[in-house]
């Protein structure tokens, strides 16, 4: 029904700011963070997540990303942090996944109200994942480090009997 | 009316056996031809322990009574012999319990809603030793001891006499209840998903169906569910009319075919919509594998879909009402529909000779399908002193009898059926027996407003047919065909298809039935039975308002009357109508009870899903877990986390293993876990400024490269948590959290960032988890780590609270001097992905310096004996930092807390203060949450001095060591005080909290 597998380690920065960060972010970075709100922007391996107005989750296959951006958003009022290892990426993919995901998650995962491109914080169960659906059977599931074995056991548990 | 034992014990051989020289006899019931069910394959199931054959698509119901079996069960009370009344979810009677083994035994199923399968196992409740013979029934004898009200009566007896606990209450608890919950844990899986639509249809019958084809038709998503097997209602057991044009059955075969080919609508056959909750939110519970006789070990029982409709459209039809008349409870006594029902759907005739009461044209429609299948249909009793609408015209044409203007005034009992009821005519006193095995009954139909009350929908009275409607619904709610009044296949298929703005289907071939009051005789007494399955009868109501039980609610509860798992949905609106006679009062100024979700009971598997062992709570682990594993670790939980709590050696119990531990790291070195503390990155130009309001301490006029310790108060201003602010940069902190606080202060923080202070430029960002943390602390810890530190860790260059990035074995590591044990002390933060190799690399030459692993077991008595509180053991809640003895800074600003700190209950002398306590004997570690008092034997209601907050055996002491919360305490230093135990008084002194190294010169070396 679907696959689970787990994303190689990435770079993760939590970027803060006003639209203006987010637009020299985006110079630096090669992905513009979206101002639209629960969109994610994505170019190769690198994509920025749009968490809340001032707040975007940017996702890089190497750390040298974080001192280009660091170097680039000097002088600007901003909050930069890596958060590298405080996540792990669940990649799911298959027709099934969004029901298996529709066991915790309480929103509407149908594409006309999450379509790909979509990124959002939300809940899995008794945890707090983020969100995006990369693809129509694509989904990108950001899980805390220590909850990763309970959403991967979650998962799996509503994938089966169907 | 019961037999004696030995007489039921020969009708069960003669009639319930149904083995003939060891071949099972054929259903004696089913007709030749018509029905849904599957004539080919014979299915075997047993009923208390008899076997039977049945066919595919039967119900337990329809299957026992096609082998002529009535009886079924008990009723709670009296214990009175019980039969099927019902086709559906209304069944008050028929319930079972059904046995898988293992563990999988479900209670209080109802015969009509249980599939048969293959080997099905089913038992009557209620019953002991068996239904036939059920010693239970010897309470029918003390009825007029046990009227309405029993329960409150008997509790209500004199006390002293101990009745009520001697006699009444193991009496009750025996007798009480329905069917027995299992002793052993459920093995099957349950699932829980949530689902989206736009409309949600419950209930397939004809306007159900007609709404969810209007619905998908137009392109909307549309969940179609219904509680049976099979989708239709009333359309599956419909043979005459014609529906567009073809018969009503074929009609429904299209329709089903259409809608199962709509991508965008889903059809959810065995799915009973259950609650309407706010929001649009609707509860259904789907049966997966009950009906299958092998299901897949994957797949699980049931399912719980939490389902947001933007619109919900209730078409969950109308529940037909009995007659309240003697003897009504008698097996072989049931719903005119229902018979039609068994009939029509699956074949069965419930009765050889019948005699038909209602007070409704619809059992007209029974009447004429039975007589056609051949039944002799004997009389049609009609309560209405006249019966010539169209339907009763066409009984008079078929030769059926009619009377009109009759009464019911008994019915007979031989062995475990009906054999005759008695009829009456009118007020002439003229009655006579008449023979029958089944006596069919109709007092017109209920609509099941249930989901539409259940989502606040207002309910409205229609006097001419005695029934309430669907009134004001709640936003995004409508309701549809008989639930909303609906009588006939033309109009329930017109309400549909008007829900979805669709083409009205054209209904040809039915006779209407017009609609009437139903009929309540006030004034019937004696066996007349209200509610089946909590045994209330028409005299318990009238009595109930006597006692001044005038509310209907109040009604209800004082004589159970639809309290059942059957929540009263055949009872309830005669029980209304009785209580409205007997206080003269119309029903509609009495009002309903309130329906409440479940309309159907679900298991508890159900709502549990997949929440329970393992999966219960997500379990927390840290990176170092396999290390702490591998260590052989003793863990605890700590909220969801599981931390190490000591690290036994051969031989070692918790207390050698933590003495060691603590001594250990004092001695030379120790290493410790401590990644679970919460950790907050707080960056912006204001990021000191905001600090400084959060934390009682001077965060403004920390140096780059510094930390300080923090206290964060409440409003009220006691402590709410603490933790250690590194200033990385002028703009950034690194602040940590308690491990139970994290969550808790990030919140309380953004509260403020948000909402108090939007003005300051600051951003939070949670790296708890991005950390891990490796405290190495003791007197050795900076020879542990210097060699693998590239660069310098002296204590010139990286002193007591100084913080710095170095690489630590060749990883990027933030690196800081503090100390949670009162030793030299470094804790490494490094990228949570690095912490095993940096483990790996510390572990050896921990071992090297003469150290150890320690646990939290031992963090705590080393912060202990150095007075360090721990947030939630020292406070509670109540706690100023003043009691604690932290003083506010000269110069520190306003923060949170400092007014109520002004108070002046909190600088009252006496307040409880943190000291530390030493017992007189060495070897006695005090019980924590243990109260201090001025007297060695207190006398009762002497008020506490204060507790115990912390007790330990100190290693480095060697003797027992305390600390606790003391009225006025550290002005009682060195006073002798008790702690007074049940095994006998003990002297403690007063102390300092610090036990060890007051001016802090381990710290700084």
């Not at chain 2, 849904?36 to 054959?53: H, K, N, P, Q």
């Not at chain 2, 229902?338 to 069965?348: C, I, T």
């Not at chain 2, 209601?941 to 006025?968: D, E, M, N, Q």
């Amino acid at each position: 029904m679907f696959e689970i597998a787990e994303a190689p380690p990435a770079t993760r920065l939590m970027l803060r700011g006003a639209p203006e960060v987010a637009a020299r972010a985006g110079a630096a970075f090669g992905v513009v963070p979206p101002l639209e709100p629960c969109r994610a922007n994505q170019a190769g391996e690198r994509a920025a997540l749009w968490l809340g107005p001032d707040e975007w989750l940017l996702l890089a296959p190497s750390d040298a990303d974080a001192t280009k951006l660091a170097a680039a958003l000097e002088g600007l009022v901003h909050s930069l942090v890596d958060v590298s290892d405080g996540t792990e990426a669940l990649l799911l993919h298959g027709a099934g996944a969004a029901l298996a995901l529709s066991a915790g998650c309480p929103l509407d995962l149908h594409p006309d109200a999450f379509p790909p491109g979509m990124a959002t914080r939300t809940v899995l169960g008794r945890i707090g994942i983020t969100l995006w659906r990369r693809g129509a059977a694509d989904w990108w599931v950001e899980v805390a480090r220590s909850q990763a074995a309970y959403a991967r056991a979650f998962l799996a548990e509503a994938g089966r009997g169907w | 009316m019961i037999g004696s034992p030995r007489h039921e014990g020969m009708m069960q051989r003669l009639l319930v056996g149904r083995m003939f020289q060891g071949r099972l006899l054929p259903e004696s019931m089913r007709t030749a031809d018509g029905g849904r069910v599957e004539r080919r394959t014979d299915i075997r199931f047993s009923f208390d322990g008899a076997d039977y054959l049945g066919c595919g698509g039967d119900t337990l119901a329809s299957a026992l009574l096609a082998n002529g079996v009535h009886l079924v069960g008990r009723s709670m009370k009296y214990h009175r012999p019980r039969g099927i009344v019902a086709a559906g979810a209304e069944e008050p009677n028929a319930l079972v319990a059904v046995v898988r083994g293992g563990g999988r035994t479900t209670p209080n199923l109802r015969a009509t809603q249980v599939e048969l399968f293959e080997g099905l196992e089913a038992h009557s409740q209620n019953r002991w030793p068996s239904l036939n013979t059920d010693l239970g029934a010897l309470v029918a004898l003390a009825a007029p001891l046990l009227p309405a009200g029993f329960y409150y009566k008997t509790m209500m007896g004199p006390r002293g006499l101990g009745l009520w606990h001697r006699v009444f209450e193991p009496l009750v608890r025996r007798a009480a209840g329905l069917g027995r919950a299992p002793r052993v844990a459920d093995p099957d899986r349950y699932a829980r998903y949530y689902a989206h639509c736009d409309v949600l249809v419950a209930g397939a019958g004809p306007a159900g169906i007609a709404a969810a084809l209007a619905a998908g038709r137009g392109g909307a998503r549309t969940i179609l569910c219904d509680e049976q097997a099979e989708p239709g209602g009333a359309l599956l057991s419909e043979i005459a009319a014609l529906i567009d044009g073809i018969p009503a059955r074929e009609w429904l075969a299209q329709s089903l075919a259409e809608l199962a080919a709509m991508p965008h609508v889903r059809v959810m056959p065995r799915t009973t919509a259950f609650g309407c909750y706010p929001h649009n939110m609707v509860g259904l519970a789907e049966r997966v594998t009950d009906h299958l006789a092998a299901p897949s070990p994957d797949q699980p029982r049931e399912r719980l879909w939490r389902v947001r409709a933007r619109r919900i459209v209730l078409a969950t039809g109308a529940i037909e009402r009995p007659l309240v008349f003697p003897g009504n409870d008698r097996p072989g006594v049931m719903l005119a529909g229902a018979a039609r029902e068994y009939l029509l759907r699956w074949g069965v005739k419930v009765g050889s000779r019948v005699v038909i009461a209602t007070a409704c044209d619809t059992a007209y429609r029974a009447a004429l399908d039975l007589a056609t299948a051949g039944v002799a249909v004997k009389l049609v009793v009609d309560l209405r002193a006249a019966a010539d609408g169209p339907l009763p015209q066409a009984a008079r044409a078929a030769g059926i009898a009619v009377l009109a203007g009759g009464r019911v005034l008994g019915t007979h009992l031989r062995g475990k059926r009906l054999d005759s009821v008695l009829l009456g005519r009118g007020d002439d006193g003229r009655r006579r027996w008449f023979d029958c095995d089944a006596l069919l009954m109709c007092n017109g139909w209920t609509p099941a407003v249930h989901l539409h009350a259940q989502a606040r929908g207002a309910l409205r009275w229609e006097g001419e047919r005695g029934v309430f409607l669907p009134g004001e619904p709640a936003p995004g709610v409508e309701s549809i065909g008989a639930c909303n009044g609906a009588t006939d296949l033309a109009m329930a298929l017109a309400q549909g298809a008007a829900s979805g703005g669709g083409a009205v289907p054209v209904v040809e071939g039915e006779v209407p039935a017009l609609p009437g009051p139903a009929h309540v005789d006030a004034a019937v007494a004696g066996d007349a039975f209200v509610d089946f399955q909590n045994d209330v009868r028409a005299d318990d109501v009238r009595q109930a308002v006597a006692e001044g039980f005038h509310a209907i609610e109040h009604v209800k509860r004082y004589t159970a009357g639809g309290l059942g798992t059957d929540q009263g949905k055949t009872g309830n609106m005669n029980l209304l109508a009785l209580a409205a006679a007997a206080r003269g009062t119309p029903i509609p100024e009495l009002g309903t009870t309130t329906f409440r979700p479940p309309y159907t009971p679900v298991s508890f598997g159900t709502l549990a899903g997949p929440a329970r062992g393992e999966m219960f709570d997500p379990v927390r682990t840290t990176p170092l877990h396999a290390q702490a594993v591998a260590e052989g670790a003793v863990f605890e939980d700590v909220g969801q986390w599981k931390r190490a709590r000591y690290f036994p050696q051969a031989g070692e119990d918790m207390h050698a293993a933590v003495r060691r531990e603590v001594a250990t790291t004092r001695a030379a070195a120790g290493l410790f876990d401590a990644s679970t503390l919460g950790k907050i990155e707080v960056v912006g130009p204001d990021a000191a400024i905001f600090l400084d309001r959060l934390y009682l301490n001077a965060i403004a006029t920390l140096k780059p490269g510094r930390c300080r310790y923090g206290v964060m108060l409440s409003e009220a201003g006691f402590v709410m948590d603490d933790g250690v602010m590194a200033r990385l940069a002028p703009d950034r902190f690194h602040v940590t959290t308690t491990t139970s606080g994290a969550a808790h202060v990030l919140a309380h923080m953004e509260d403020y960032r948000q909402t108090e202070w939007p003005e300051l430029r600051v951003w939070l960002t949670s790296t708890t988890e991005h950390w891990a943390v490796l405290a190495v602390q003791g007197p050795r810890a900076r020879d542990v780590l210097a060699p693998l530190v590239a660069g310098d860790i002296s204590a010139a260059a990286l002193p007591h609270m100084a913080v710095r990035d170095l690489k630590v074995a060749g990883i990027p590591a933030r690196m800081m001097r503090v100390s949670f044990s009162g030793e030299q002390g470094f804790e490494v933060n490094a990228p949570a992905r690095h912490a095993p190799a940096l483990w790996d690399a510390l572990r050896p030459r921990i071992a090297a310096a003469g150290g150890t692993v320690y646990g939290t077991e031992a963090m705590h008595v080393l912060r202990a004996e150095k007075g360090y509180i721990i947030v939630g053991q020292e406070t509670d809640g109540t706690v100023t930092p003043g009691d604690l003895g932290m003083a506010i800074g000269r110069g520190k600003g306003d923060f949170i807390g400092r007014r109520s700190l002004a108070r002046p209950d909190m600088l009252a002398a006496d307040r409880r203060q943190l000291v530390g306590l030493l017992s007189d004997d060495p070897a006695l570690v005090l019980e924590e949450g243990a109260q201090i008092v001025a007297q060695s034997a207190p006398p009762p209601g002497t008020k506490a001095l204060g507790h115990v907050t912390s007790s330990y055996f100190s290693p480095a002491l060697g003797r027992s060591i305390a600390l606790a919360l003391l009225a006025g305490g550290r002005e009682r230093t060195g006073e002798r005080l008790f702690v007074p135990l049940a095994r006998g008084s003990i002297g403690v002194a007063v102390a300092a909290p610090v036990f060890l190294d007051p001016q802090g010169g381990r710290l700084h070396v």
